[in-house]
């Protein structure tokens, strides 16, 4: 069996000002009215799992209202013995304490990494974004599902991102006159090394990953052809070569216009574009089936099932979807699902499953 979470501690985190709740491996269902905290209670699973929220980029938003730090301990029971204990503390204006075992993380790269012993993907409402939205939100989710795996891509990803911040400030000044062009020749180098990075690894990844989208896909949906289109600005063996030719173009706009930052990939069905044609329910599977193929995508990387933490999963579903959902959530190594109504599951299935209830930040078996 993979690791998995055994328990968590929320201390002044979102609306909960000191609980507890202990979980077990396959389903979990947390159970409650709205507003009360279930999907509070999934955030800060994920933040003891990987040092960050999935919901938000900014930290304070977690702490409790009129609190002045929040922390988010766990108990990782690991794949064929023993067991780690992690733990989040955060402070506005302070830089964020990640610990393992009681000893400081060697960095929030290494810790979302499987540092804490487990991966974990997850479901929110707003993920249809990554199918609906922007390029930016399908980067996003691609960055974040290879960070999970490798630290190295975490930190060339970050680092990419902040070199094309500074060529495109010195583009401008060199537009302006107030630089000159030589000096553009460092940041290119720079820009040049750690793109190629996040190009290799997303070029390894988008192949399997779409093979495994269109199978959940088609179990989700039905028989048609399903699968990832990856558009590239520059492959990481033309990339030097593009990103040259464009210098001139660049240095007009003020702006980077090649690189793995104008990246993008469509979902398609049947050959057609979720994003442009899907229709709300479409798109609201396809999100669910690229949860899915993240999911196999890690397990066949690392040869451990990561964490599925679903929030309010069943709600806009009919019932033959739902059961085929909570019989995959059941055979998995470990799923925490939050319903508002424990009808979507059945009571059989339930008699498997580990029920806990929200009400107002207290959480209770159910």
Excluded: C
């Excluded at 699968?227 to 001139?248: F, H």
Aim: net charge negative; hydrophobic share 40%.
């Amino acid at each position: 069996m993979s690791s998995y979470l055994r328990a968590l501690r929320l201390i002044n985190f979102r609306n909960y000002a000191d609980a507890t709740v202990l979980l077990s491996p396959g389903l979990n269902v947390v159970v409650g009215d709205n507003a009360q905290g279930k999907t509070n209670l999934l955030e800060g699973l994920s933040f003891a799992a990987t040092g960050s929220s999935p919901r938000t980029p900014n930290d304070p938003e977690i702490v409790r209202w009129g609190q002045e730090f929040a922390r988010a301990e766990m108990r990782v029971t690991l794949e064929g013995d023993g067991e780690r204990s992690v733990a989040v503390g955060y402070a506005p204006g302070q830089k964020k304490r990640l610990t393992v075992d009681g000893a400081s993380a060697e960095s929030l790269a290494a810790y979302a990494a499987g540092g804490t012993g487990v991966r974990v993907v997850n479901f929110f409402p707003d993920d249809l974004r990554v199918i609906k939205d922007a390029p930016a939100d399908r980067r996003e989710f691609l960055d974040g599902l290879l960070s999970t795996l490798r630290p190295s891509y975490a930190r060339a990803a970050a680092d990419y991102a902040k070199a094309v911040a500074q060529r495109n400030q010195l583009l401008r000044r060199i537009r302006d006159g107030f630089s000159s062009e030589k000096t553009l020749s460092t940041w290119d180098a720079k820009v040049i090394e750690l793109g190629t990075t996040v190009l290799e690894g997303r070029a390894r990844a988008v192949e399997p990953l779409g093979e495994l989208f269109g199978s959940s896909l088609r179990a989700l949906y039905g028989p048609q052809k399903a699968g990832l289109e990856y558009s590239s600005s520059a492959t990481p063996e033309d990339y030097e070569e593009k990103l040259m030719e464009a210098r001139g173009a660049d240095i007009e706009r003020g702006t980077t216009s090649v690189g793995p930052h104008r990246d993008d990939f469509a979902a398609l069905l049947d050959g057609v574009n979720l994003t442009t044609y899907g229709s709300q329910g479409q798109q609201r599977l396809a999100t669910l089936a690229l949860k899915f193929a993240a999911r196999d995508y890690v397990r066949r990387e690392t040869g451990a099932d990561p964490v599925m933490l679903f929030d309010d999963v069943m709600s806009e579903l009919d019932e033959r979807r739902r059961e085929l959902l909570a019989e995959y959530f059941l055979r998995s190594n470990q799923a925490v699902i939050s319903t508002t109504n424990l009808d979507y599951f059945g009571a059989g299935l339930l008699d498997r499953a580990r029920v806990v209830r929200v009400v107002e930040g207290a959480v209770s078996a159910a």
